[in-house]
């Protein structure tokens, strides 16, 4: 893990909110001896299919971040166990979870149960949606897009009532995420190649990426779940699209565009059910700025306040 700098060392609001779950998680450890903890320190992981990133706060304080690379629950047979050395590494009374591939009340009271056993730390599960969106907004009502490798969104208003849409999974749904737009760039390439597309820079990615076009159908059909295949092409479908000012790929461009209106339409989908909420975008496609630029410019959003790992640990104190 590395130190925090002074610019992110504060946890700020997170601070209020994980102060009393880590205290008493601290008391128990000390009372029954199982923790094994160290006091006044807390984990908070956000786990996603393209990357997972876990935040250690002692007292309020931002100390270390770690990336753990991707960890999906559904998808990954060592995600339990990758989590819970997350936890006690940094010697944690108390870690909060926003979970990739949790599908279920269930499943999530299963897997909070198993990661207390293995860990003896205090411990609150939710998914990489719930996590988002008690970040993006401090615990105060909005609505928070996710575009990672999948897409989806959530909301929450005054009195406490939500709405999710989105989420369905890359078979199903996902628009607008990183491996519907590496799959979006595969098939311009293809039908390009065929002749029942336009020509397009797109081609030459794919090719680089898999050494041919039969190389990337291979590879997507032997490997399905393996969503980094795809979705490790976002930086290069981008770099295609140029800035809209210099003459870029159109075929990339205009998938970038619909990306950015799948995602705004999860965000209009929302505020249809809840109100004019404000609206703030998380995940690694926002870092996008053809899609950023976009999707801002459609439903309004403003930075989180908070990234999702230290939404996270808002889940120690629901």
Not at 311 to 316: D, K, Q, T
Request: proline letters at 4%.
């Amino acid at each position: 893990m590395t130190a925090g700098t002074p610019a992110d060392t504060r946890a700020g609001a997170t601070a209020r909110a994980t102060a009393r779950a880590t205290a008493r998680a601290t008391a128990r450890g000390t009372a029954g001896g199982t923790a094994g903890g160290t006091a006044g320190v807390a984990v908070g992981v956000d786990a996603g299919g393209s990357g997972s990133r876990a935040v250690v706060v002692r007292d309020g304080v931002v100390v270390a971040r770690r990336d753990l690379g991707p960890i999906n629950v559904l998808l990954h047979a060592d995600a339990v166990d990758r989590l819970a050395a997350a936890v006690t590494g940094a010697g944690a009374v108390a870690a909060g979870f926003g979970l990739a591939g949790l599908r279920s009340a269930e499943h999530a009271r299963e897997l909070t149960a198993e990661l207390a056993r293995r860990t003896g730390a205090t411990v609150a599960v939710g998914d990489d949606t719930e996590a988002a969106l008690a970040g993006a907004f401090a615990g105060r009502p909005g609505i928070v897009v996710i575009a990672g490798t999948g897409s989806g969104a959530a909301g929450q208003d005054a009195a406490g009532r939500t709405v999710r849409v989105g989420g369905h999974g890359f078979l199903l749904g996902d628009e607008g995420g990183g491996y519907w737009i590496g799959r979006e760039a595969v098939r311009a390439a293809l039908r390009a190649a065929d002749g029942t597309g336009p020509p397009t820079a797109l081609a030459d990615v794919v090719r680089t990426a898999f050494d041919t076009l039969t190389g990337a159908e291979t590879l997507v059909h032997q490997r399905p779940t393996d969503r980094r295949l795809l979705s490790r092409l976002v930086p290069q479908v981008a770099a295609a699209a140029g800035d809209g000012a210099t003459g870029g790929d159109a075929v990339a461009a205009r998938i970038l565009a619909e990306a950015a209106a799948h995602l705004a339409e999860l965000a209009a989908a929302v505020r249809a059910r809840l109100g004019d909420l404000p609206v703030a975008g998380v995940g690694g496609i926002f870092g996008c700025a053809p899609v950023a630029a976009a999707f801002t410019a459609a439903t309004g959003a403003r930075r989180p306040v908070e990234p999702p790992e230290l939404g996270a640990l808002r889940l120690l104190d629901r």
